[in-house]
């Protein structure tokens, strides 16, 4: 699964503001529970189910039949997950034959009392005629998904004009059991067969490969889909609805793009890379993509980023991208990546518990990295790994297990843990035994644990068995431990003796890293290489050198997960930017001059940096620069300029105009309008916004304009912005519109604000609660974990605020205005 985390981290300061204003203190008793490895008191072997769907009213009509066998021990009862539904009858089935069966249903767990007592290894299949009424049930979501009612019915009614209606299943972590009775946990493996009744126009996706549709009398068509390699349950998936179906191939496979119609044209160049990852990661893994097919399809209102499901992967709405959004590149191609790599690492072998999550989620996530090795180049790979890296730092989560047994609750596994810091331990581990090592590694751990549910010591295990290499170290200290080395790195030469020093402390708090480390000398161009161990609270280190080093550069791969002070000098980090040259290496010495920006070495690195072929460089070096320094931008200011209007990157042009845009300086007026219309909507958006700063007028005039061409992205957050500054009531319905086109982004949560002391101010009561409903909207979409519910309140507050201020004014309409009041009241949270 890829989380979706556009929020998390954006506003995770205010999670943490609102605790402490709130004064909570934690429970902590949940961490005397083990979460123990699931018993597997019987075993799933095959599934079958039969599903039509009352739309309407949001149920599900089922027919399952579960073929199961006692793991080992003798048994003549069967506990199974169903939670939530109307259980009509339980069988036992016999060749032909349905004999009743006795059972005991408290909303969650079916127990049936069966017809006798097998042994173990001895097969049996079961019959539940059942119904399943999702939106009756309530499931507490997580970081990854906002609520876990597992059966998903999307504008059911069609009561939404702008909406379809869908169907779409979510099963991670336990959701498959609120619509199919099941063992609903991850070390669980059954094969399966689904027939799902729907409206024949529709189309249906599920695990494994389409056999046969059926048309039926009633306006029905009955699809079937046939798995028949194992997996697990929360891999299950059912998806529905009136999809354009843009068909691809990978080796005489199909791979289908389900996407909404309008997107038909442009399917393949959201989704059209993976046939060529199917290829790389086949390569990498030395594992064919094992399974029948693989089919992607985007759902509207997911409660998460994307999800797994074997051979039936869901992407959320956000990855349809129009052409114009792909202007500026394919903003999900990482995810399609990170759960295309899932098809091995999760689905193919398993966690086999929620306490090992990483094996499932670390993979994934270190996947993003290897595909943009693979196909962009190492510095794209080196972003990635900064931002997964930087991810997990600002998390607080240092006092973590990358795999613990002691946790509130499962959905608390999915976070920068299990996915960032899980994959960072992998680039080490890679960067410690070496390419070939590492891959042949993981080609041993899934061939061993095909089909397979596994543990972390089983991934060591295949690493110790390919290497001969003693892993435990590694493993207690970065799988079975919390936390990351904070290092203190002095560097001196003495001539008199020519040693170079280095000094390395650790200063984290309760625990010492073993750390095996690259340590590179520069003398020029010159590098050489040393390799070390940093193991103690205190190591010293001395290095033979005939002159003092240009640079001595330590952890010379950047692979290392920590945090680290160093006293280099500003001649050290130019030195660096210009030999050493790696993506971190360069953005380590970009950051270090931006914070001596009089000085004019810093000021020629930087100009340096502005013309780096790297455009994730050049981004940071616009961003460093400090517009109020005057010989800073009589250096730099018409480099920047040129970047505006040329660079290849339409991103880098848009933080160029940002950067133009702090001057305030009338002269770019032109520039800024000559853009207004460019292709990408970040550049539109940026020129937007830039303009309002020079001419209020011309841009309120432009936003007005642009928010007629179905704007999206930076540009529809602009034109939002420049409209709400304006204050005009007149343009409210272009306000609205703009606001509820933009994504759960921190743009539309500062917007947020704005929009509230807007509304304080409009007289029309039914645009206030058109407005405030739209704020209620957004404030709905967000997990309630994330703790902005009351800070959102806190701005429909000021609302009635406003609003208790206009009573008293002189001619006030107070009916008009205590109406208004009492509607943002009644929105508020309690």
Same mark, same amino acid.
């Given at each position: 699964?890829?989380?979706?985390?556009?929020?998390?981290?954006?506003?995770?300061?205010?999670?943490?503001?609102?605790?402490?204003?709130?004064?909570?203190?934690?429970?902590?008793? %949940?961490?005397?529970?083990?979460?123990?490895?699931?018993?597997?008191?019987?075993?799933?072997?095959?599934?079958?189910?039969?599903?039509?769907?009352?739309?309407?009213?949001?149920?599900?009509?089922?027919?399952?039949?579960?073929?199961?066998?006692?793991?080992?021990?003798?048994?003549?009862?069967?506990?199974?997950?169903?939670?939530?539904?109307?259980?009509?009858?339980?069988?036992?089935?016999?060749?032909?034959?349905?004999?009743?069966?006795?059972?005991?249903?408290?909303?969650?767990?079916?127990?049936?009392?069966?017809?006798?007592?097998?042994?173990?290894?001895?097969?049996?299949? /079961?019959?539940?005629?059942?119904?399943?009424?999702?939106?009756?049930?309530?499931?507490?979501?997580?970081?990854?998904?906002?609520?876990?009612?597992?059966?998903? !019915?999307?504008?059911?009614?069609?009561?939404?004009?702008?909406?379809?209606?869908?169907?779409?299943?979510?099963?991670?972590?336990?959701?498959?059991?609120?619509?199919?009775?099941?063992?609903?946990?991850?070390?669980?493996?059954?094969?399966?067969?689904?027939?799902?009744?729907?409206?024949?126009?529709? /189309?249906?996706?599920?695990?494994?490969?389409?056999?046969?549709?059926?048309?039926? =009398?009633?306006?029905?068509?009955?699809?079937?889909?046939?798995?028949?390699?194992?997996?697990?349950?929360?891999?299950?998936?059912?998806?529905?609805?009136?999809?354009?179906?843009?068909?691809?191939?990978?080796?005489?496979?199909?791979?289908?793009?389900?996407?909404?119609?309008?997107?038909?044209? *442009?399917?393949?160049?959201?989704?059209?890379?993976?046939?060529?990852?199917?290829?790389? !990661? =086949?390569?990498?893994?030395? *594992?064919?993509?094992?399974? +029948?097919?693989?089919?992607?399809?985007?759902?509207?209102?997911?409660?998460?980023?994307?999800?797994?499901?074997?051979?039936?992967?869901?992407?959320?709405?956000?990855?349809?991208?129009?052409?114009?959004?792909?202007?500026?590149?394919?903003?999900?191609?990482?995810?399609?990546?990170?759960?295309?790599?899932?098809?091995?690492?999760?689905?193919?072998?398993?966690?086999? =518990? %929620?306490?090992?999550?990483?094996?499932?989620?670390?993979?994934?996530?270190?996947?993003?990295?290897?595909?943009?090795?693979?196909?962009?180049?190492?510095?794209?790979?080196?972003?990635?790994?900064?931002?997964?890296?930087?991810?997990?730092?600002?998390?607080?989560?240092?006092?973590?297990?990358? /795999?613990?047994?002691?946790?509130?609750?499962?959905?608390?596994?999915?976070?920068?843990?299990?996915?960032?810091?899980?994959?960072?331990?992998?680039?080490?581990?890679?960067?410690?035994?070496?390419?070939?090592?590492?891959?042949?590694?993981?080609?041993?751990?899934?061939?061993?644990?095909?089909?397979?549910?596994?543990?972390?010591?089983?991934?060591?295990?295949?690493?110790?068995?390919?290497?001969?290499?003693?892993?435990?170290?590694?493993?207690?200290? %970065?799988?079975?431990? =919390?936390?990351?080395?904070?290092?203190?790195?002095?560097?001196?030469?003495?001539?008199?003796?020519?040693?170079?020093?280095?000094?390395?402390?650790?200063?984290?708090?309760?625990?010492?890293?073993?750390?095996?480390?690259?340590?590179?000398?520069?003398?020029?161009?010159?590098?050489?290489?040393?390799?070390?161990?940093?193991?103690?609270?205190?190591?010293?280190?001395?290095?033979?050198?005939?002159?003092?080093?240009?640079?001595?550069?330590?952890?010379?791969?950047? /692979?290392?997960?920590?945090?680290?002070?160093?006293?280099?000098?500003?001649?050290?980090?130019?030195?660096?930017?210009?030999?050493?040259?790696?993506?971190?290496?360069?953005?380590?010495?970009?950051? !270090?001059?931006?914070?001596?920006?009089?000085?004019?070495?810093?000021?020629?690195?930087?100009?340096?940096?502005?013309?780096?072929?790297?455009?994730?460089?050049?981004?940071?070096?616009?961003?460093?620069?400090? +517009?109020?320094?005057?010989?800073?931008?009589?250096?730099?200011?018409?480099?920047?300029?040129?970047?505006?209007?040329?660079?290849?990157?339409?991103?880098?042009?848009?933080?160029?105009?940002?950067?133009?845009?702090?001057?305030?300086?009338?002269?770019?007026?032109?520039?800024?309008?000559?853009?207004?219309?460019?292709?990408?909507?970040?550049?539109?958006?940026?020129?937007?916004?830039?303009?309002?700063?020079?001419?209020?007028?011309?841009?309120?005039?432009?936003?007005?304009?642009?928010?007629?061409?179905?704007?999206?992205?930076?540009?529809?957050?602009?034109?939002?912005? +420049?409209?709400?500054?304006?204050?005009?009531?007149?343009?409210?319905?272009?306000?609205?519109?703009?606001?509820?086109?933009?994504?759960?982004?921190?743009?539309?949560?500062?917007?947020?604000?704005?929009?509230?002391?807007?509304?304080?101010?409009?007289?029309?009561?039914?645009?206030?609660?058109?407005?405030?409903?739209?704020?209620?909207?957004?404030?709905?979409?967000?997990?309630?974990?994330?703790?902005?519910?009351?800070?959102?309140?806190?701005?429909?507050?000021?609302?009635?605020?406003?609003?208790?201020?206009?009573?008293?004014?002189?001619?006030?309409?107070?009916?008009?205005?205590?109406?208004?009041?009492?509607?943002?009241?009644?929105?508020?949270?309690?």
């Amino acid at each position: 699964m890829n989380k979706q985390l556009l929020l998390l981290t954006a506003l995770l300061f205010l999670v943490f503001v609102s605790f402490a204003q709130d004064g909570e203190i934690q429970d902590t008793s %949940w961490k005397k529970i083990y979460r123990a490895t699931p018993e597997k008191k019987h075993s799933l072997i095959h599934t079958r189910l039969e599903a039509g769907f009352d739309i309407p009213n949001a149920y599900l009509n089922g027919k399952a039949w579960l073929t199961l066998k006692p793991h080992f021990y003798a048994s003549n009862e069967l506990e199974l997950d169903a939670k939530g539904m109307d259980i009509n009858e339980v069988a036992i089935v016999k060749g032909s034959t349905r004999s009743k069966l006795k059972y005991d249903y408290d909303g969650l767990t079916l127990k049936i009392s069966l017809d006798k007592t097998y042994k173990g290894g001895e097969s049996f299949t /079961v019959y539940i005629d059942y119904k399943a009424k999702p939106n009756e049930y309530k499931a507490k979501g997580s970081a990854a998904i906002s609520d876990a009612k597992g059966l998903y !019915f999307i504008n059911p009614k069609g009561e939404e004009k702008d909406k379809p209606t869908q169907i779409w299943t979510q099963g991670e972590t336990e959701g498959t059991s609120v619509w199919i009775p099941t063992i609903d946990r991850p070390n669980q493996k059954t094969t399966q067969e689904f027939y799902l009744t729907v409206p024949a126009k529709w /189309v249906t996706l599920s695990n494994g490969k389409l056999m046969s549709q059926k048309p039926n =009398s009633n306006g029905t068509r009955t699809d079937y889909w046939k798995m028949d390699l194992p997996h697990a349950p929360y891999l299950f998936f059912m998806g529905a609805g009136d999809f354009a179906v843009v068909k691809d191939t990978w080796k005489g496979k199909d791979v289908w793009y389900y996407v909404d119609k309008e997107y038909a044209s *442009v399917a393949k160049k959201i989704f059209g890379h993976t046939p060529e990852m199917m290829t790389f !990661f =086949s390569k990498i893994t030395g *594992v064919e993509y094992p399974w +029948v097919k693989y089919g992607q399809m985007t759902a509207h209102d997911y409660v998460s980023g994307a999800m797994e499901n074997t051979t039936a992967t869901l992407h959320q709405e956000g990855a349809q991208q129009d052409a114009r959004e792909l202007v500026d590149g394919n903003g999900w191609e990482g995810t399609i990546a990170h759960e295309l790599f899932h098809q091995w690492f999760g689905d193919y072998v398993t966690t086999e =518990s %929620w306490s090992n999550l990483t094996l499932n989620e670390s993979f994934a996530n270190y996947s993003e990295l290897l595909w943009d090795e693979y196909k962009y180049g190492k510095d794209k790979a080196a972003f990635t790994h900064y931002q997964a890296m930087n991810g997990y730092l600002q998390s607080g989560s240092e006092k973590k297990d990358l /795999v613990r047994f002691y946790y509130a609750d499962k959905e608390d596994m999915f976070d920068a843990v299990s996915y960032n810091k899980g994959g960072r331990i992998l680039h080490m581990l890679r960067n410690y035994v070496g390419d070939s090592a590492f891959f042949k590694s993981l080609n041993l751990y899934l061939t061993t644990n095909k089909y397979k549910a596994a543990e972390a010591h089983q991934l060591r295990l295949a690493f110790e068995e390919v290497t001969g290499k003693d892993l435990n170290w590694f493993w207690n200290q %970065w799988y079975f431990g =919390s936390g990351h080395p904070a290092l203190d790195i002095n560097y001196s030469y003495d001539a008199a003796t020519q040693k170079a020093k280095v000094i390395v402390k650790q200063t984290q708090k309760d625990k010492i890293f073993i750390l095996p480390v690259a340590i590179d000398i520069y003398n020029g161009a010159s590098k050489t290489r040393h390799t070390v161990w940093v193991e103690n609270a205190v190591d010293s280190f001395e290095f033979a050198s005939s002159t003092q080093p240009d640079l001595i550069n330590f952890d010379g791969d950047k /692979v290392l997960l920590c945090t680290k002070k160093e006293n280099k000098t500003i001649d050290n980090y130019i030195h660096q930017y210009k030999h050493a040259g790696l993506y971190l290496d360069r953005r380590e010495a970009v950051d !270090f001059v931006s914070k001596k920006l009089d000085d004019a070495k810093a000021i020629e690195l930087i100009k340096q940096a502005l013309a780096d072929p790297f455009d994730r460089i050049r981004n940071l070096a616009i961003q460093r620069i400090d +517009v109020k320094k005057v010989k800073l931008m009589e250096a730099v200011e018409p480099m920047v300029a040129a970047i505006a209007q040329k660079d290849p990157s339409r991103i880098t042009r848009s933080i160029a105009v940002d950067k133009l845009a702090e001057t305030k300086k009338a002269a770019y007026k032109e520039l800024y309008s000559s853009l207004l219309n460019d292709s990408s909507y970040t550049l539109s958006g940026s020129a937007l916004n830039a303009l309002e700063k020079v001419d209020n007028a011309a841009a309120l005039a432009e936003a007005k304009r642009l928010s007629k061409t179905n704007p999206k992205g930076t540009l529809s957050e602009a034109i939002g912005s +420049v409209l709400i500054k304006s204050g005009d009531e007149t343009a409210f319905d272009e306000i609205i519109a703009a606001y509820g086109k933009m994504g759960l982004t921190q743009a539309k949560f500062n917007l947020t604000s704005s929009l509230a002391n807007f509304l304080g101010l409009i007289k029309d009561t039914e645009k206030v609660k058109r407005g405030v409903d739209e704020i209620v909207k957004f404030r709905n979409s967000i997990p309630e974990q994330f703790g902005v519910t009351p800070v959102i309140d806190n701005m429909l507050k000021t609302i009635i605020g406003k609003k208790e201020a206009a009573k008293k004014e002189p001619g006030a309409d107070v009916n008009a205005l205590q109406a208004q009041i009492d509607y943002v009241k009644g929105q508020l949270k309690n």
